[in-house]
């Protein structure tokens, strides 16, 4: 047999989107005396689905879930909810470094109307694997609700490690994974031995794990350019590497002034998307609002990104 004769490659196998493809991690807009904006949260979901996010993940990091409290953290699912109504998932981020205050943070983001969970392992305390394995099978008992585990050791201290998340994966509501552990390795072992979605919650990763099996992104970038990042997957599905290889590198000095420029997400993109007229509002503290000069150079970065074409 030659080269000529043999089949073309297989666009790597990929498992059900459990919370769709394309997901923005968004933020939670506040009003400029800094109480939740129920209702810049309700708009600003509309358009991120109108624009081509498929899914929501509210209360994450980039969401600012250590100052908000649980009783706005359920405020926001139910804004969002009655928003969007049932045409994306609602994920909700309840993770703590407390199994049991966790566990009361699932159950309302249930009653709340939430269609999964977000659960990043305990942080601080650096539990060993038996117990991050443990706190998030009794958070996934806790209630009906699928469940996404972030691996996120940059900033919980503690790995969700492969082999770990190979048992959690026998666990009929752990559905899938947000990956910002950066071992493409270890990704890799969990795709090939499981049935879990896995999301990159790594900006400039997407095309990269979504061409070796992934699900698709769970992306901050994507409160400001969601068709920009959808597109990705897009011109990848349509069997068309090379534009969606063009599309990744278009965004990245985006995501470069959003996610590398020595800011958190929560703060580069409510500073892009005031500048946008946008619900955003400021950050609380301890964040402090992005100065002049980085809004201005996230501004540039974003009107090259979307002046170009689709």
Do not use: W
């Not at 071992?183 to 031995?193: F, H, K, N, P, S």
Request: net charge negative; charged share 20%; proline share 8%.
């Amino acid at each position: 047999m030659t080269l000529s004769d043999t089949a073309p490659a297989a666009v790597p196998a990929r498992v059900p989107a459990p919370f769709g493809r394309a997901l923005c991690a968004m933020i939670t807009p506040f009003t400029q005396s800094g109480a939740l904006d129920p209702d810049g949260a309700g708009r600003l979901a509309a358009r991120l689905v109108d624009e081509g996010c498929d899914g929501l993940v509210l209360s994450g990091t980039t969401g600012e879930s250590p100052t908000t409290t649980d009783e706005e953290k359920s405020a926001l699912v139910r804004a969002v909810r009655a928003a969007v109504g049932d045409r994306v998932p609602v994920v909700a981020g309840v993770g703590t470094a407390d199994t049991r205050h966790t566990v009361e943070l699932a159950l309302a983001a249930e009653k709340a109307g939430a269609d999964g969970l977000l659960v990043i392992p305990p942080y601080y305390s650096r539990p060993p694997q038996d117990a991050v394995e443990a706190h998030f099978r009794e958070i996934a008992d806790a209630t009906a609700l699928p469940l996404m585990v972030y691996d996120i050791p940059g900033r919980t201290g503690t790995r969700v490690e492969p082999d770990t998340l190979i048992r959690l994966a026998e666990h009929p509501r752990i559905v899938a994974v947000k990956d910002c552990a950066y071992d493409l390795l270890g990704t890799q072992r969990v795709l090939a031995e499981t049935e879990l979605g896995y999301y990159t919650g790594c900006d400039e990763y997407v095309l990269a794990l979504y061409a070796i099996g992934g699900t698709g992104y769970v992306s901050t970038v994507a409160n400001a350019a969601p068709r920009r990042f959808r597109a990705i997957l897009d011109a990848f599905d349509a069997g068309d590497t090379a534009l969606a290889a063009r599309h990744q590198r278009q965004a990245l000095p985006l995501v470069e002034a959003m996610m590398a420029a020595g800011l958190p997400g929560a703060v580069t993109a409510k500073a892009l998307l005031g500048r946008l007229g946008l619900p955003a509002g400021p950050v609380r503290a301890p964040l402090r609002p992005a100065g002049r000069d980085a809004a201005d150079g996230l501004l540039a970065a974003y009107e090259r990104l979307v002046s170009g074409p689709l």
